[in-house]
């Protein structure tokens, strides 16, 4: 079956910009992770939606927010960006909460 | 808070050498843990998980065992190929919280 897609693979915007991510998870997972990666603080968790309830939220600004459709796709949006914001943003799901996760390839986000 | 502190790297090893990345945890109670691997310009790929104290996950070589004694997974391989490069990383989980990832670490493996 099909794994976690995450599109676009790559995205170049311009400071002050805003930008919608998009994950779209292994058929039949309700729950959808977000995590941030960069070299310098590693693997930080943004928010995590199930059957399109915000369940969890990590510690970011109010720009960072994110959605899940019925459908359990789900999108993260990040407003008036800044240049720390480029990282490598990763989507996961699982079939349960508690479960483990099975990761998308990212987006990389590059904000100049 | 439930934490995971996994020792750093880089690792450089030659090829059919022993591995092991240590791997500690901080929680209030008995989470499940996972190690993942990921290679360059990917995700992280699940390697084994373990769900309760004593438990052995294993994979592709790869053996962790839950260690509630001394709240350790160590992640150890026999003989290690030079297509084992990439970053590992422990996480720990509790029910429905967030996955808590340790910083990673690095592994080269030299021919």
């Known amino acids: 079956k099909a794994g976690v897609t995450q599109t676009p693979r790559y995205l170049i915007k311009t400071r002050g910009q805003q930008v919608t991510l998009s994950c779209s998870p292994i058929s039949g997972h309700r729950s959808v992770s977000w995590y941030q990666q960069t070299p310098g603080q590693g693997l930080q968790f943004l928010f995590e939606?199930?059957?399109?309830?915000?369940?969890n939220k990590g510690n970011f600004p109010g720009r960072f927010s994110g959605r899940q459709f019925s459908n359990s796709r789900s999108e993260m949006n990040v407003s008036t960006l800044e240049l720390g914001d480029s990282a490598l943003y990763l989507c996961?799901?699982?079939?349960?909460?508690?479960?483990?996760?099975?990761f998308g390839s990212g987006t990389r986000l590059t904000v100049v | 808070g439930d934490s995971v502190t996994q020792m750093e790297g880089p690792v450089t090893l030659s090829e059919e050498a022993f591995l092991t990345i240590n791997c500690t945890y901080t929680?209030?109670?008995?989470?499940?843990l996972f190690w993942y691997v990921q290679y360059p310009g990917e995700g992280l790929q699940l390697l084994l998980k373990a769900t309760k104290a004593d438990d052995k996950g294993s994979n592709k070589g790869f053996e962790a065992t839950y260690r509630k004694e001394t709240t350790s997974f160590h992640l150890e391989k026999g003989s290690v190929q030079v297509s084992d490069s990439a970053v590992y990383f422990c996480?720990?989980?509790?029910?429905?919280?967030?996955?808590?990832f340790g910083a990673g670490t690095r592994l080269t493996v030299k021919p």
């Open positions: 996480a720990l989980r509790f029910n429905n919280n967030d996955m808590r």
């Open positions: 929680a209030t109670g008995y989470p499940s």
């Open positions: 939606y199930f059957s399109e309830t915000q369940r």
């Open positions: 996961a799901s699982s079939l349960q909460q508690g479960d483990g996760y099975t």
